[in-house]
């Protein structure tokens, strides 16, 4: 089955009960047994809930995966995976990695005796040097975010294999449609839906994926467990989302590209990060890796002043000054006072991250509209 078909019809069958094409929202808490432990599958809604199951079984078919676990968001997700490890372990992640990952790791997980490491993994000799007998995970995020950096997912598969380490990927810029991490060796794939799965900035929730069974045993007891699951109403939300994912991606990939070759050639923009530039540093991985380059873009204004940016932001029209990203409307951000609010200073330059730049998520209106917007913005 090709994607855009998966998108509509995987996970999805008619209700058994009545016949109606889309999974009811089954808004119930328990459900009757005739006997004690004859049930029809569904015991209690923290473990199972048939909508929560059409739609786990969408996303393991988008990410070709085998079992997909949905959380009241993604940072629940994420929770859920640090919680394989055991105190001592040790995991190597990327240092502009998104500020709320950075904080769980760094505020809550480090005070557990868990290590982090962070690095630029866009240089995988930077991965394999902290690599040691205490390794247990590798995380990766790409395209990171802000600035748009690509890491090479079967790089990284091949150092973790070697030594037994899980790769993860945070696939939440590219989506399943731009890119497949358990195609190129990831053990686990994260996915905040709160963007563009679910795509109309309605409902936050996250998800898992993966392939080998025994891992998706653990990582249901830990979901069931710990109990970061989501209602059946948001769970319907995000599988009426995806029905709409290819097209909705496919627009943005074409609007990225116009808004990014608009702000490249401007007079009063320095640098533009976006993966689909032939001279960007990863750009032959990412074309390997993906199927497009997304509609994620970042740039930095000549002279580089935050009051420049922050005069930019304040002026425009259908870029919605907001967090978040992956909804069908254009928003802008600025991650050193919004998103990577929580990312000490020091690092966040450390990382190329200054003060003055802008974030665009690029939505599905119609392009000369949003380069009209961009025009006055900027001025
Ligand atoms: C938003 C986001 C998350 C966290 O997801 P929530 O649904 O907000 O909890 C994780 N990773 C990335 C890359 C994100 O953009």
């Not at 094409?21 to 004859?38: A, E, F, L």
């Not at 069931?224 to 769970?235: K, R």
């Not at 930095?300 to 425009?316: H, P, S």
Request: aromatic residues 8%.
């Amino acid at each position: 089955m090709k994607f855009g078909t998966k998108a509509i019809h995987a996970g999805v069958e008619p209700d058994p009960t009545t016949g109606a094409i889309m999974t009811p929202i089954y808004q119930t808490s328990t459900y009757v047994q005739k006997s004690p432990g004859d049930h029809k599958g569904y015991e209690y809604s923290r473990t199972h809930n048939p909508t929560r199951t059409a739609l786990q079984n969408a996303l393991a078919a988008l990410e070709n995966g085998k079992h997909g676990l949905c959380f009241a968001t993604g940072m629940a997700a994420t929770d859920a995976i640090i919680k394989l490890l055991q105190p001592g372990d040790e995991v190597i992640s990327t240092n502009d990695l998104y500020g709320g990952s950075y904080r769980i790791f760094t505020k809550i997980f480090q005070n557990y005796g868990i290590k982090f490491h962070f690095t630029d993994m866009s240089n995988l000799a930077n991965v394999e040097a902290l690599v040691n007998e205490k390794t247990r995970m590798i995380w990766v995020e790409t395209p990171t975010n802000p600035l748009l950096n690509i890491i090479d997912i079967k790089g990284c598969a091949a150092i973790a294999k070697s030594k037994n380490i899980l790769l993860i990927v945070d696939n939440t810029f590219a989506t399943p449609y731009l890119q497949t991490p358990l195609d190129l060796g990831a053990d686990i794939v994260t996915l905040s839906l709160t963007k563009y799965m679910g795509g109309h900035s309605d409902v936050v929730m996250g998800a898992l994926v993966v392939k080998n069974d025994e891992l998706a045993e653990r990582l249901a007891f830990i979901q069931n467990a710990c109990g970061g699951t989501p209602g059946p109403q948001d769970c319907f939300l995000v599988l009426r989302g995806i029905k709409t994912l290819h097209i909705r991606m496919e627009r943005h990939c074409q609007n990225g590209r116009k808004v990014a070759e608009y702000l490249q050639q401007h007079p009063k923009v320095e640098k533009v990060f976006w993966p689909g530039f032939e001279d960007h540093k990863n750009h032959h991985i990412a074309k390997e890796q993906m199927r497009d380059f997304g509609g994620m873009i970042s740039f930095v204004l000549k002279g580089d002043r935050q009051e420049d940016a922050i005069k930019t932001l304040e002026q425009f029209r259908y870029f919605s000054l907001a967090e978040s990203l992956g909804g069908v409307e254009s928003l802008c951000g600025h991650p050193a006072s919004m998103t990577h609010a929580s990312i000490p200073k020091e690092e966040r330059l450390k990382a190329g991250l200054s003060d003055s730049l802008i974030r665009l998520s690029v939505g599905i209106e119609d392009a000369e509209d949003l380069l009209a917007d961009l025009e006055q913005a900027i001025g």
